[in-house]
């Protein structure tokens, strides 16, 4: 078994537009969801998110630097299924940040319907994480939000 943490965040600077409207409509302390892992080989803790401009690795160290962690849930996977996410990261490293899907998620609140999905050819932080250890949120990849990810948490305890 693969030992990795969801963790739910908000940046550190009070004025961040995207942050301060997704805890303002989802009535959360959080804005942000990410993937905190152990490098055994690197001695280093990763976090593993779609952020600024496009899906990254921080050092933990760095990102809690600029963010406040709000919630982290430990989360079991199967080596196997570490395995397939692990190398779903590696080749997502990079790809652009969703800012249209931002825009259409917000939509999507308002008429039912994201009319920017994109699948995967770019990705916000709820997406990534969601697609990448294929959380069975019941929820369209390209319309979940923080707020999804950290209800189906609770109810299933990880």
Known sequence: MALIYIGFSKPKKWFVPYSWIIRLVDK???SHVYIKFYSSTADEWLIYQA?????????????????DVIDEFPFKLAEIDWHSALKFAIQHVGAPYGVKQVVGIALGI???KNPFKDGSQSYVCSELIQCMIDLPTGIDPDSVRPVDIHHYLEMHDG
């Open 28 to 30: 959360t302390p959080y």
């Open 51 to 67: 952020s600024h401009t496009s899906v990254n690795f921080f050092n933990e160290k760095y990102f809690v630097e600029s963010n």
């Open 110 to 112: 308002i008429f039912g």
